[in-house]
């Protein structure tokens, strides 16, 4: 692949053409490995984004809480493939962090990974935004994969795609704004490394961070995916 992105939803298209029937992500269900393809994890990214087209998400903030998952990337790129803003929270965060966030954030919908859904109705119940909570172990959630595709609407590549927030260190959290551009050059330039010209078969990477910080997402995710790594 010599194709320089301009934006999440080129990203999924190309890696997806590139490496099909190769498995993207490795990870366990219990005792069992589930091994999902490029050509699968395309799938499941537009049926997000088809979801959120047909209940007319555009250009709405979007959080996303939990520990890292096959279907936390899904659910990242799915919003934005469908021209929505991202908002990746820190799952270790206390709850009233977390609800201070999702009302700094502007959230209008959450999604949430199963250790979270005892706060389920904390979120619900707060003065904030929030339309829905949607768990990734809920039936809710499998009927969003099931969504049949929709026409994605065109990305503009200066579009806000991401709030991504500090860790507060030094003192209130602050939102810092990232565009798909933002997103695609990283993806780039970790292409353009080549960081697996010295391995002799399909590359398999772990990855071990949480997947909010930016470079667990954006190198150890996105950016290997468009070496056509699997995860």
């Not at 190769?22 to 979801?51: G, P």
């Not at 934005?80 to 820190?90: G, R, T, Y």
Request: aromatic residues 10%; charged residues 25%; glycine residues 6%.
């Amino acid at each position: 692949m010599n194709k320089m992105i301009v934006d999440l939803q080129e990203f999924v298209k190309e890696i997806e053409k590139a490496y099909g029937d190769r498995d993207a992500y490795r990870y366990l269900v219990e005792d069992t490995v589930v091994s999902k393809t490029y050509k699968e994890f395309k799938r499941d990214i537009y049926s997000v984004a088809s979801w959120l087209i047909n209940k007319g998400f555009h250009g709405k903030h979007i959080a996303i809480i939990g520990s890292s998952s096959y279907h936390w990337v899904t659910t990242f790129l799915g919003i934005a493939c469908s021209a929505n803003v991202v908002i990746p929270i820190d799952k270790m965060l206390p709850k009233e962090d977390i609800l201070n966030l999702l009302v700094l954030g502007d959230a209008d919908l959450v999604f949430i990974s199963e250790e979270f859904e005892p706060i389920m109705r904390d979120i619900e119940g707060a003065e904030n935004g929030v339309s829905e909570v949607i768990s990734f172990s809920g039936t809710r959630f499998r009927e969003i994969l099931r969504t049949e595709h929709t026409t994605l609407p065109t990305i503009d590549p200066n579009a806000l795609a991401e709030i991504l927030f500090t860790s507060g260190t030094t003192g209130v959290s602050k939102g810092v704004m990232l565009s798909q551009r933002n997103i695609a050059s990283n993806i780039n330039d970790i292409y353009r490394m080549d960081y697996a010209q010295n391995v002799k078969k399909d590359p398999v990477v772990m990855s071990v961070l949480p997947i909010h910080h930016t470079f667990e997402l954006t190198v150890d995710n996105l950016g290997v995916l468009y070496c056509g790594a699997t995860v």
